[in-house]
């Protein structure tokens, strides 16, 4: 049974650092991609950063370059979304998916999703 558990969300004032976690199971994170994405009210859901388990290779959207890093643990089959110097506008609940043949942004491409979790980031 394929499942993704997101955890580490929660509100932290502009500047502030939150750590994402997302635990898959074992098949679904052995040589696959898996990324973050997130959505905000009202808007499209939108890529945040991707990284193949097997290869590495982490890839970023332009607006958290610099200030989200993505790693994993292969021993724990988690990947994480370390999230410093947090914005207003990174408000959103995030989702870890899994499985892209792509390995890209394109949101159609992923096979599975978590549940999410929220953060929210005061001004």
């Known amino acids: 049974q394929v499942q993704l558990v997101e955890s580490g969300g929660g509100s932290v004032q502009a500047g502030g650092s939150l750590r994402l976690s997302c635990a898959a199971s074992a098949n679904t994170y052995s040589n696959n991609c898996m990324g973050w994405f997130r959505q905000a009210p009202g808007k499209e859901r939108e890529g945040v950063a991707i990284?193949?388990?097997?290869?590495?290779?982490?890839i970023y959207a332009a607006s958290v370059k610099g200030r989200f890093t993505i790693s994993q643990d292969n021993a724990k089959n988690t990947v994480y979304l370390q999230m410093n110097d947090l914005k207003p506008e990174d408000t959103a609940m995030y989702y870890c998916a899994a499985v892209s043949r792509s390995c890209s942004f394109t949101l159609y491409d992923y096979s599975y999703w978590g549940q999410g979790t929220q953060v929210t980031v005061s001004s």
């Open positions: 990284i193949h388990t097997a290869i590495g290779l982490p």
